[in-house]
Every structure is written in structure tokens, then in C-alpha cells.
């Protein structure tokens, strides 16, 4: 059972950090004409909750991976403000 | 407890269909240059594990969100290789 807990903070590291390349190429291109709006709302909202939770069930795998996921979700939510 | 387990799937499911869309935009516009590759492939990495994770602790909430969440990163990354 210990190597599915590793591989439960295995995946849910690799999910937290996926937004990375796409916050560095909207940043880098100033380009978020593709990005949806709704998604990025609706992710952060998800997130949002998901951190609640984590805290609810005092997991902090789950807090502080969410919370990395959500600092990038809302830095793209920006760009996407700046850049349309 | 039941409230913050109720929670959980709320948060959960909220994630899961966040990207629809996204799908449903790049769908419609065709146009999908500023989203990241390396976004999406991470994304459907993290993803995959995440559903043999769910498996292996027997979770049908991880499960069946996962695999929601999967079918909509693996379309927005055809559509990606589609419109580029």
C-alpha cells in the first residue's frame, strides 16, 4: 500500500505543476486569445472548494498541492485579464 | 463529517469538468496556438496515474472524475495537434 501513497503524491504533484508551461508560454507570448475564461473561473473555483476540503479532512498533501495548482490558475486568470 | 465528504465530490466534480470549456471553444474556434503542449501532456501524465492510483485504493469517486477530466485533456490535446 506504501507504493500507491507515492504514487498518489506522485500524480497529484505532476497535476498541480502541469499549468507551469502554459502559465510561462502565456506570460512569455502575451498571447491568451485561445484560453477559455470559463475554464480558468470554473478551475479556480474547483480549486478553491478542493482547498477547503483538504483542510476540512487536515490533508496537507492535498492543501499544499492544490494551493500550488491554485497560485497558477490564478496567475493565468490574470494574464488572461492583461492580455485578452 | 458527511458535509466536508459531500464537499469533496463537489470540488471534485467541479475540477473534473472545468475544462469543457475549453474543449468546446478550441472545438469551435479552431484555433488553439496559445495553449501549451507541455500543459496538456503533463496534464494527461498526472492524469493517468491518477486513475491507477484510484484503482489501486479502490476509489470510484477518483475513478470516475479522473477519467471525465482524462477524456477532456486527451481531445483538447487532438485538437492542439489538429489546429497546432
Redesign the interface.
Known amino acids: 500500500m506504501l507504493y500507491?501513497e507515492l504514487?498518489?503524491y506522485?500524480?497529484?504533484?505532476?497535476?498541480a505543476?502541469?499549468?507551469?508551461?502554459?502559465v510561462?508560454?502565456?506570460w512569455k507570448?502575451k498571447?491568451?486569445?485561445?484560453?477559455?475564461m470559463?475554464?480558468t473561473i470554473?478551475?479556480i473555483?474547483?480549486?478553491g472548494?478542493?482547498i477547503?476540503?483538504g483542510f476540512?479532512?487536515n490533508s496537507y498533501p492535498v492543501i499544499i498541492t492544490t494551493i500550488v495548482e491554485e497560485a497558477l490558475a490564478v496567475t493565468l486568470l490574470i494574464l488572461k485579464f492583461k492580455y485578452g
Open positions: 500507491m504514487l498518489g506522485v500524480a497529484g504533484m505532476i497535476v505543476v502541469a499549468l507551469t508551461p502554459q510561462i508560454k502565456s507570448t498571447s491568451t486569445k485561445d484560453i477559455s470559463p475554464w470554473t478551475l473555483i474547483g480549486l472548494l478542493w477547503v476540503y476540512g479532512i
